[in-house]
């Protein structure tokens, strides 16, 4: 068998390889790593289906592996953030969880916040959304729904911002229970919505064919350079509204 059939499948697993170490930094309170793996998941996860087309090795297989793989870069990975993230924001969070192994007290003790568990309801929807595309025949060109890997970028600019462009007017929003409830629950709508979304998929470079998608690289760079990280909800924000608003959006 040609080796060039596993390629596709190999750039798969370096993408589930980095959301399991992004789960690690993650349990861990490392927001930041696990936001840099959980980045270069995201990156493996957009050269498979590249690679997969460029070498017309397309397989069922594939298709799987590619979302057992967002399932933990995109789906667990973003909702133990968002969790973390709740955990700081909410009031008397109660005793930090230990990451020891030896067990403090009775085996049977709860010494996190309940509540804060809200965030992983993001990896149930994430879990959902992906499993629905995987038998959507509609999502061959475009998504119905936001991407599960666009969504964790959305929550893992969290604790980017906070630590690179912090301020007190950021920090309190960011750092408000009730903000990050309702973004929770606003990403969990977004993931499985109705809503028709292009894809970043050029089938040739022509201006004429892509002028929505060059218009969006366009803008997401100009967002980059001006508000840095800050620039990554606005990047989403602005993916959403384009899709929807853009004329002739049902051919892109």
Request: glycine share 6%.
């Amino acid at each position: 068998m040609a080796i060039k059939k596993y390629v596709p499948n190999l750039i798969t697993h370096l993408n589930l390889l980095s959301g399991t170490i992004a789960v690690i930094f993650a349990v861990q309170g490392n927001l930041i790593m696990a936001a840099l793996f959980v980045a270069a998941g995201v990156f493996f996860d957009f050269f498979d289906g590249l690679a997969a087309r460029v070498l017309d090795v397309k397989s069922e297989v594939g298709l799987q592996l590619d979302s057992l793989a967002d399932v933990v870069t995109s789906g667990v990975v973003p909702g133990i953030v968002m969790y973390q993230m709740l955990s700081k924001a909410l009031p008397n969070p109660g005793a930090a969880a230990t990451t020891e192994w030896s067990i403090q007290g009775t085996w049977w003790e709860w010494n996190f916040n309940t509540l804060a568990l809200i965030g992983l309801f993001i990896t149930l929807a994430s879990a959902f959304r992906l499993a629905k595309f995987n038998v959507d025949d509609r999502q061959t060109d475009s998504f119905i729904g936001l991407p599960t890997p666009a969504n964790a970028m959305l929550i893992l600019s969290l604790p980017l911002i906070l630590t690179f462009q912090p301020g007190e007017l950021v920090s309190s929003l960011v750092l408000n229970e009730w903000f990050l409830i309702g973004l929770t629950l606003l990403s969990c709508y977004l993931l499985n919505a109705e809503i028709k979304l292009f894809a970043l998929k050029f089938s040739d470079w022509s201006f004429s064919n892509n002028k929505l998608r060059y218009f969006f690289l366009l803008w997401c760079l100009v967002l980059i350079v001006f508000f840095r990280f800050i620039a990554i909800p606005l990047i989403i924000v602005s993916y959403v509204l384009l899709s929807v608003l853009a004329p002739g959006k049902k051919e892109v």
